[in-house]
């Protein structure tokens, strides 16, 4: 008689490896989950684009937004937070997060390895990250800045304004990683703040920004 076999027991929570969580779109400044520790770095081998649809955080069905995915680009590297998630934050940081990029933003998840920004960080730490394929029923593909600008001007959401989700990460690139040129992210902003001058960009926080982005909080001037 075969012995019943028993599922491999899962180590309970508190046994569990902290897990990392990569991202570079509205997670970099809205991660709604808890986490124990966060590092601004980057991963090799891909290029942020403004090529994935959105019909329901900051768009419509009616207006889709456009939201970030990344592209593979042997010679690209991709800037933002890394997220230490421990115990009993990894299954609700997972569970909360297969919600809001599977399911709602037809993300996939992905293994990358995370280069800490600080200078005597020692080997890359393993990383999970959401990408939006082409196979995805939500992915828009390339489209000039001009035109995703424009898109992006008309578009929100549930979790609020398409141009929030743009400006604050754009925000986030030029006060954590002054050192990075990423052109497609800068022109899109180019390109809405030549539509729309009141968006200029000044030191005071997006808040300023009277009506547009009165529902948000203030960008954390430093990720603590
Ligand atoms: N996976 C990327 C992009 C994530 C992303 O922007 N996903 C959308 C789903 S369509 C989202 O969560 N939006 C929430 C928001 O816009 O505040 C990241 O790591 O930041």
Request: one cysteine or more.
């Amino acid at each position: 008689m075969k012995l019943l076999e028993l599922p491999p027991q899962v180590p309970p929570a508190s046994q569990q490896p902290p897990v990392w969580i990569f991202g570079y779109g509205s997670l970099v400044w809205r991660p709604d989950f808890e986490f124990s520790a966060r590092k601004v770095g980057f991963i090799r081998g891909y290029t942020r684009r403004f090529w994935q649809g959105d019909t329901f955080h900051r768009g419509s069905e009616k207006a889709p937004g456009r939201v970030a995915t990344l592209l593979e680009d042997y010679e690209a590297c991709t800037w933002g937070v890394a997220y230490q998630v421990c115990g009993e934050q990894i299954a609700a940081s997972l569970q909360y997060l297969n919600m809001r990029e599977a399911v709602l933003g037809g993300y996939d998840t992905k293994l990358v390895k995370f280069h800490p920004l600080e200078k005597d960080a020692d080997e890359p730490i393993l990383a999970l990250v959401y990408i939006a394929t082409p196979q995805n029923p939500s992915y828009l593909g390339p489209a000039s800045e001009e035109d995703i600008a424009a898109q992006i001007i008309v578009s929100s959401g549930r979790a609020g304004h398409n141009m929030e989700y743009l400006l604050r990460l754009a925000d986030f690139m030029r006060y954590f990683c002054p050192q990075v040129e990423d052109e497609h992210l800068f022109s899109i902003e180019e390109a809405i703040v030549s539509i729309l001058p009141c968006l200029c960009h000044k030191e005071e926080s997006l808040e300023e920004v009277p009506g547009l982005l009165s529902r948000t909080k203030a960008f954390p001037r430093t990720l603590a």
